[in-house]
């Protein structure tokens, strides 16, 4: 079918509009790695440098890689990244799906329960009284059981699972299955895209999460990383206050620049290999049929 000079235009007009799109999203990441990579002569040049024209130095990221902490802060982020998406994704599906439930009595008004954390919450305080007596103080669980479940998420699973064709369930039920049979082999297999989805959201949650740390750890071998690079750049700004000259001002330029590199650059990996679970994911539960 030929096409005409109306939809050739639009053709254009629309991959361009993605072009400078996706342009947009790209400069600041370039951007910001290419100033991590910069010289000192380069740095001193007037005007913005977008990515080094004189060479490349790694001096950030050593002075970056070379904290002692850093290490040990990757290591506790895998397990927090792990362990947390792990539970915040069973117990999200498991209380959905018990929601999504037409006999399970009382489910409207739960599902009203969870809504309402949404717009009310205790605050800092209580927070903090009832971690401390569970004895959570300096360990990472603290980071995890609090914000185990997230509602909106748990909206999201609880509409896909209530779509799910009666039929699947009727036949599992004369075959003699119990419910988290049913559950697991049929509701979780089915719901791998969405599943996927909302365990990405999960994992850089906790993988960026710094604030819980603040509150509840207080021993430095038990902090992630976004804690220790936090901790970095106050370091660095403090060293800075004391000491004058370019190279000083260079380091914490570069610095602040590898730090949001090396804070970027775990998840940016990780994506691509749940994009196709992702496209398909990100609306499912809001869609029926």
């Not at 995890?144 to 039920?173: G, H, Q, R, W």
């Not at 004369?174 to 909302?198: C, H, K, Q, W």
Request: proline letters at 5%; one cysteine or more.
């Amino acid at each position: 079918m030929r096409r005409s000079p109306s939809d050739l235009i639009i053709d254009m007009t629309l991959y361009g509009v993605l072009i400078l799109v996706s342009v947009a999203m790209l400069f600041p990441f370039v951007f910001v790695l290419g100033n991590s990579l910069l010289t000192l002569p380069e740095y001193l040049k007037p005007g913005m440098k977008i990515w080094p024209q004189e060479g490349i130095t790694f001096d950030a990221y050593r002075g970056l890689l070379s904290a002692p902490a850093i290490y040990s802060s990757y290591r506790n982020t895998v397990f927090l990244v792990a362990a947390g998406t792990t539970v915040s994704l069973f117990v999200t599906a498991i209380t959905a799906f018990a929601l999504s439930r037409e006999q399970m009595k009382g489910a409207s008004g739960l599902t009203l329960f969870f809504i309402i954390t949404m717009l009310i919450q205790g605050g800092i305080v209580p927070s903090y009284l009832v971690v401390r007596s569970l004895g959570l103080i300096n360990s990472l669980w603290a980071m995890i059981l609090p914000v185990a479940v997230n509602t909106f998420f748990l909206i999201i699973l609880k509409n896909f699972f209530a779509n799910v064709p009666k039929s699947l369930e009727e036949s599992a039920y004369m075959d003699g299955a119990n419910e988290l049979y049913i559950f697991f082999r049929i509701f979780v297999p089915l719901s791998v895209p969405a599943m996927v989805t909302i365990g990405l959201f999960y994992g850089v949650n906790y993988f960026n999460s710094f604030f819980l740390g603040i509150l509840y750890l207080t021993d430095r071998r038990k902090w992630p990383l976004q804690l220790v690079l936090r901790d970095i750049l106050i370091q660095s700004e403090m060293s800075d206050a004391g000491a004058s000259g370019h190279y000083a001002d260079r380091m914490s330029h570069g610095l602040k620049m590898a730090t949001i590199i090396v804070a970027v650059v775990p998840i940016a990996c990780i994506y691509p290999f749940l994009q196709k679970y992702f496209s398909k994911g990100v609306l499912i539960g809001a869609v029926k049929g």
